[in-house]
Structure formats: structure tokens, C-alpha cells
């Protein structure tokens, strides 16, 4: 007799859309940084959904904020004041510092979506039509949607979607006399992860955004920075922004908002909050009820369990362990990395085989093409399984 995992993994084979080659696992529960699957086997997760579920697995502050607001009010549009989405936009505005207005959306790309359009009326308005150009950074993702497609720097996710929108253009990441000669009087924004997170984990370097913010100011266009990974208390901060000193005009969350469930947002700061006026962009179902709750919930548990505090030292006791693995394995080219948000590039071409073992090992970690392997856990990480996490990865790397 076949397993529950038999009769789900056929079901997606006959009846989904092949857009995803999904791993031979079904999870069914999770606790923090457990998962179980269908046979009651446990794993340690380092992927979190993508970096998504920051507080871990079925948190129950969450878990109860969403089961009091069903049985409440779900949902009645954004043509009427919700009290929670107005209390988020409260709670994001000063965790960001204070100063920022928010438009609520579903996804990371929707995010996106708002940010582009957002920018596009405020160069329009300021320099007029031409003023239309996003210059964005090679090897970036912001989402599958065309616009955010269209600002993501990997011609793989793109060519086969052609045309895209015009007016993006793409520069190497951290180089600084690019993004200058990049940036004309057609620029309205400039657009930055300050990690890249799909790409491989790449972070900025302290100088590159600090340059960024300077030629955005001295030539009068928006520095956005998408957050929609790094976002959360991920890489130590509440925003990796703050963690570089560099505030931009704008910015995108999604993915950890509401620790797992769909929820995006836009928040503007100065000139750029007042691009948008009634008309120019909606959601049905952006900052609903349910989401606000879940993501109050979220934010409030984040803070409580100082989890930003243990992303910063966990990660950065984690990024010296795998240095010394990469010595004395020889396996590892390079630890990147800031916070729990880290990446490892492997000599050989092996990443998909490595996770691959990891998972049938009860370790469950994120492979980005032939040689990078990421780590994303729930901020709830303690240095218990990180060594687990870097046991499993001795023995399989130390054994080739
Ligand atoms: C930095 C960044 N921006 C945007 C997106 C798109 O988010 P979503 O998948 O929620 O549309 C992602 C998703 O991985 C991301 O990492």
C-alpha cells in the first residue's frame, strides 16, 4: 500500500502546473524549528518556508490571533478602516524608525508591484513622462509578476517571458562607478536588495549603499530597498537596512510579516508617501483582517523573544563554524552571510546531491543551483541545532 506522500505526490504530478520540482517529502506538522512528515519523521528546518516563518512553526500567539480574528471579521475590503491593518501600519512605521506610510498587498511581488508603480508616478510628477527608469542589480530576484520580473537581474527566470516592461536596466552588485554612469536624468529609482537572497546570498557592502543613497539623493531619484527576505529581524535588525545605517524612500516586506501566511506591503517615507493618490493602486484583499491580526501577532512575539538578538548571534556563531569547516574540509569556497541568512558555495558542483542527503538526513536545506547552499531558519535557532545542522554537512562533505 502506498504512503499519504505516494498518493499526494501523484496528485500534484497529474493535476499542478509543473512551475515547481518539489522535493520527495510531505511535511504535515510543525513545531518551531521541527517539521514531521507524513510517516512521523522529524526534521530540523534551516529554510523556514523560504524565510518566511521567522517565529518557527505554528506559533501559538499567531495561531490565536488568527483563530480570534475568524471568528470575528475576515474580511470587508480596503473601502473601509480596519483597526488592525491601521495599528500595523503604526507598528511598521516606528519599528522602521517613524515616518512611513503603508499600502498593504499579498506577496512579495505585489510588493514589488506597488513600489514600481509608486515610483513611476513620483518621477513622472517630478521630471515628467521620460522619467520612467529603474536601474536594479544583476543577479536579483523580486518576484514573478511581470514588473517584478522585469526588475529581477537573471535572464533564466526571464527569456522565456519576453518582451518585458521597458525602462529596467541591471548593474553588478557593489560596484559603485556602475550604479553612477547607471543613473541618469531618466531614473526615477534605484532598486536594492540589501542582501540578495535568491540570488545566492550576496550581501551589499557597507560603501556600496551608503554610495547608493548618495547618488539617489544628489540626483534626485528613490532608493528602494526590497526587504521582502531580509526583512523581519532576519539579519539581526528589524530591517537589514538599519543594520547598514542607509534609510531608503522606500521599501518592500512580504514573506515573515505574517510568519508564513500571504501578506505584503510598501512603506514610503518623505516626498515619496505623497506619490500615490486615491484610485492609483488597490487589493482586495491587502492588510484584511485576519492577515493585520496575524502579523501584529507576529511582529509583537518577534520582539518579545528578542529574536533579532539571536539571529545576530546565532548566525554569526554559525557563519565561524562553517569557516572552519571550509578549512578543514576543503569542500567550501566561501561563507556568506549576515545574520540567519547565509549561504555556503561549494568547490564542486554537488549543492542539489548535499541537500538532497541533508533532507533524507531529517536536516531540511535550500540548494540555489550547482554549488550554493542557504540557510534561512526560523529566528527561534539556537546554537543546539546549528551543530546538528553542521554535524549533518561534516559528514557528508568531510566523506567526499
Ligand atoms: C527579495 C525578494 N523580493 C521579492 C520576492 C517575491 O516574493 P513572493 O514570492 O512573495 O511573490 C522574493 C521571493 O523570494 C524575494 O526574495
Not at 152 to 171: E, M
Not at 290 to 315: D, P, Q
Request: charged content about 20%; overall charge negative.
Amino acid at each position: 500500500m502506498g504512503t499519504r506522500y505516494d498518493e499526494i505526490a501523484a496528485l500534484d504530478e497529474v493535476y499542478h502546473l509543473p512551475t515547481y520540482a518539489r522535493k520527495p517529502v510531505l511535511f504535515v506538522r510543525g513545531d518551531g524549528m521541527r517539521l514531521v512528515d507524513d510517516e512521523g519523521r522529524p526534521y530540523l528546518d534551516f529554510v523556514a518556508g523560504i524565510g518566511a516563518a521567522n517565529l518557527g512553526h505554528a506559533h501559538p500567539a499567531v495561531a490565536a490571533a488568527v483563530a480570534r480574528q475568524m471568528n470575528t471579521l475576515v474580511h470587508v475590503s480596503n473601502l473601509y478602516h480596519v483597526e488592525h491593518r491601521a495599528v500595523l501600519a503604526e507598528r511598521l512605521s516606528s519599528l522602521a524608525g517613524g515616518g512611513w506610510k503603508t499600502f498593504f498587498c499579498n506577496s512579495g511581488t505585489e510588493a514589488i508591484e506597488g513600489a514600481i508603480k509608486l515610483a513611476r508616478r513620483w518621477g513622472k510628477a517630478r521630471r515628467g513622462d521620460s522619467c520612467f527608469h529603474i536601474v536594479a542589480a544583476e543577479r536579483s530576484f523580486h518576484g514573478r509578476t511581470f514588473a517584478a520580473l522585469s526588475a529581477t537581474g537573471q535572464a533564466s527566470k526571464q527569456d522565456a517571458f519576453a518582451p518585458l516592461l521597458p525602462g529596467f536596466s541591471h548593474v553588478p552588485l557593489n560596484d559603485i562607478a556602475a550604479l553612477e554612469a547607471a543613473v541618469t536624468p531618466d531614473t526615477c529609482a534605484v532598486l536594492l536588495e540589501p542582501v540578495q537572497g535568491e540570488g545566492g546570498v550576496y550581501p551589499c557592502t557597507e560603501a556600496y549603499l551608503a554610495a547608493a543613497r548618495r547618488i539617489c539623493d544628489e540626483r534626485e531619484v528613490l532608493l528602494i530597498f526590497d526587504e521582502v527576505q531580509t526583512g523581519f529581524f532576519r539579519t539581526g535588525s528589524p530591517f537589514a537596512w538599519q543594520g547598514y545605517g542607509v534609510r531608503p524612500d522606500v521599501m518592500t516586506l512580504a514573506k515573515a510579516l505574517a510568519n508564513g501566511l500571504p501578506a505584503g506591503a510598501v512603506l514610503a517615507g518623505g516626498s515619496a508617501a505623497e506619490a500615490f493618490a486615491p484610485g492609483d493602486h488597490g487589493s482586495t484583499f491587502g492588510g484584511g483582517p485576519v492577515i493585520a491580526a496575524a502579523a501584529l501577532a507576529t511582529i509583537k512575539a518577534l520582539e518579545i523573544g528578542r529574536l533579532g538578538e539571536n539571529a545576530a548571534a546565532t548566525g554569526e556563531a554559525l557563519r565561524i563554524a562553517l569557516g572552519e569547516l571550509a578549512a578543514h574540509t576543503g569542500a567550501i569556497a566561501e561563507v556568506r552571510g549576515r545574520g540567519l541568512m547565509i549561504a555556503i558555495e561549494l568547490v564542486e558542483p554537488r549543492a542539489q546531491e548535499v541537500a538532497m542527503t541533508c533532507l533524507e538526513q531529517g536536516v531540511v536545506i535550500n540548494a540555489i543551483g550547482d554549488r550554493i547552499l542557504r540557510f534561512l531558519p526560523p529566528l527561534v535557532c539556537t546554537t543546539d541545532e546549528t551543530a546538528i545542522l553542521l554535524d549533518t554537512l561534516e559528514a557528508i562533505l568531510g566523506a567526499a
